[in-house]
């Protein structure tokens, strides 16, 4: 994992990069081959407008040219394609891991590319937000979700929810109260698959801490860590996290101190804090589990 | 039940190896016509009124771009059924697999496609030895480490072998892998899987090298695979005699997925975790409070006697 200035240092990288994303909103579709094609035809009408005659072989010669360019066209389009599904998988990737400046550099790459698809544009906007929440940066998130939910019919349901999910949690961040809770609301009115039903309830937690309902939380932390464990691997340890913060407020110290226990388990406290900075105070009051490296 | 009945199988591949090998000629013979005709039309040899150069480029193309349509119509299909696999409904997605399989398609890699969507539904119904047929048959084409298939059909290879308790056959499978550039997810498959099989073969030194950069990619991997790569990795440590390393990774496993749960779904995880639970249990120091020791089926405790204890 990078270090916490490396991520702040790459906040006005991420800056930009939503910037430039969210402004070049609709792209015009890959226009190489049209470009070739309205070459070739101008090329014929002013050969037909000089009335030259094309022998056979001619034609021959054309048609085989033709069908060369529009091959390397093809080809080249497809190595774009590819290029960017492997650049966002990447993003993905290291996005998940926290590693700022990875994710934005793969993101940069993806994004900035004249012939990147429409469907991975918008699931890079997804990633984009995510590591700007990441990065703290919950503003440059929030742009980054909505201009990808514009989209959302580019967006299968597993990205769809993961923006919907990403723009509750920034918007909390922004102190848009009113609209995160709407967002939450929906998202947990929906029928959901279990793994991102537990998300949500990450969120639910964050927005529990936000809204001094620490109570609620407290009162279903058994069952949330439960649930955390089951369907969110290692982001669990951010519930664990939240749900100790929730308990230190209602003081309950020493269950705190052992979902603290958990959570510094799984992920290093550093990166806990970086991700959810309300879990700093925990981090200063209690300690965390030694790791043997 | 099989997920194609094994002697329709043997037709199906044999069937779709013959047109592979037909569409590389037919993609060659295309290219040859398309070459041949750019260089006798400056000959001006004539077909009737039309010059024989044009007729053969003309001929060859329309050819080459119905049987492209067509071909990129059965790509559409295979998307169809991997949607459906996605959706956990793998029984609607075989009648399009075998289809891929049985018509004729320009583009071989829909077939090798096609080939692996079935040999994973295979694995699923833990059919092991169609899963390896299925999986041997990708491997068989360059193609396929081409279009970055070839991982994923050596690792079903291996898994298959594995169940059927072949380690040496599966080691040769993984071998394949060797200085091939992986792409992080493809890292994340392998994990899990080389990890079993450096401990079905007692390589438990190279199962822990580079221990902190796999506990890190584990935590990629969703709650059940990352609980067993920890427990997988927690008795590596321990025949290791990294104690102290492996009782943190059994922590860890116990906060990523219940054990119990791992245990029962898994009685080759519950192997590995029941001599775990007792050495920490010996020691007196429970992994976890929210850890109950194994509530193994008969099946599981089955598994757990043939396994080595500490």
């Known amino acids: 994992m990078r270090s916490t200035q490396e991520v702040h240092s790459h906040g006005h990288v991420l800056r930009a990069l939503v910037q430039r994303a969210v402004a070049s909103d609709r792209r015009p579709p890959s226009t190489l081959v049209l470009q070739i094609g309205a070459g070739l035809l101008l090329v014929f009408v002013a050969l037909a407008s000089l009335g030259v005659s094309i022998p056979g072989w001619g034609w021959t010669l054309i048609l ?6 529009f091959g390397v066209a093809l080809a080249y389009s ?6 960017a599904f492997h650049n966002i998988e990447q993003a993905h990737q290291w ?13 940069e790459r993806c994004l900035s590319s004249r012939n990147c698809p429409e469907p991975v544009r918008v699931i890079g906007l997804v990633e984009l937000g995510h590591i700007c929440l990441s990065a703290g940066q919950s503003l440059d998130a929030e742009k980054a979700f909505e201009a990808a939910l514009k989209h959302s019919h580019r967006l299968g349901p597993d990205w769809l929810w993961r923006a919907e999910v990403g723009l509750a949690e920034a918007k909390l961040r922004c102190e848009q109260l009113t609209d995160a809770n709407t967002t939450i609301k929906r998202l947990s009115q929906r029928e959901l698959p279990a793994c991102w039903r537990s998300r949500v309830h990450l969120v639910t937690c964050l927005q529990g801490l936000h809204m001094g309902r620490a109570q609620d939380v407290v009162a279903r932390s058994n069952e949330l860590w439960h649930e955390f464990r089951q369907h969110l691997g290692v982001e669990a340890g951010y519930g664990y996290g939240l749900l100790a913060v929730a308990l230190d407020r209602c003081g309950q110290a020493a269950k705190a101190l052992k979902f603290w226990s958990d959570a510094t388990l799984l992920i290093r406290p550093e990166r806990l804090v970086q991700r959810y900075p309300e879990l700093r105070p925990l981090a200063l009051k209690y300690g965390a589990s030694e790791w043997p490296w | 039940m099989a997920v194609v009945a094994h002697k329709r199988m043997g037709r199906l591949l044999r069937k779709s190896r013959l047109q592979m090998h037909v569409a590389v000629w037919l ?3 295309f290219v040859v016509a398309i070459l041949l005709a750019g260089i006798i039309s400056p000959v001006g040899i004539q077909l009737g009124t039309m010059d024989l150069g044009l007729f053969v480029m003309v001929v060859a193309g329309i050819s080459w771009f119905t049987l492209l349509a067509r071909s990129l119509k059965q790509g559409q299909l295979m998307q169809q059924a991997a949607r459906l696999i996605s959706q956990n409904r793998p029984s609607q997605a075989v009648p399009f697999l075998v289809h891929t399989l049985e018509s004729f398609s320009l583009l071989r890699q829909n077939k090798l496609l096609a080939l692996l969507h079935l040999a994973k539904i295979a694995r699923d119904q833990e059919d092991h030895v169609t899963t390896g047929t299925l999986a041997g048959e990708v491997l068989r084409h360059d193609l396929a480490r081409r279009k970055g298939l070839s991982v994923r059909a050596c690792l079903l290879l291996a898994d298959s072998l594995m169940e059927q308790g072949d380690a040496d056959e599966a080691g040769e499978a993984l071998s394949h ?6 792409r992080v997810a493809e890292r994340l498959a392998v994990l899990p899987v080389l990890l ?3 401990m079905l073969s ?3 030194a190279p199962a822990v090298a580079c221990l902190e950069e796999k506990v890190q990619l584990a935590a990629l991997l969703e709650a059940r695979q990352a609980c067993l790569v920890h427990v997988l990795l927690a008795t590596a440590a321990k025949y290791q005699h990294m104690y102290e390393i492996s009782r943190f990774l059994l922590r860890r496993a116990a906060l990523h997925y219940d054990l119990n749960m791992l245990a029962q779904e898994n009685p080759s995880a519950a192997s590995y975790l029941v001599p775990l639970q007792i050495a920490e249990e010996i020691a007196g120091r429970k992994p976890h409070g929210h850890m109950a020791c194994v509530d193994a089926s008969p099946d599981v405790q089955q598994a757990v006697q043939a396994a080595d204890p500490f």
């Open chain 2, 196 to 198: 079993r099989w450096q």
């Open chain 2, 177 to 182: 892998l060797h200085g091939q550039r992986l």
């Open chain 1, 64 to 69: 085989s040219a033709m069908a060369s360019i």
């Open chain 1, 95 to 107: 996005c998940r891991l926290m590693d700022v400046p990875a994710t934005s550099e793969n993101l």
């Open chain 1, 78 to 83: 497809s190595w774009q394609k590819r290029r």
């Open chain 2, 27 to 29: 993609q060659l013979t």
């Open chain 2, 202 to 204: 007692g390589k438990y």
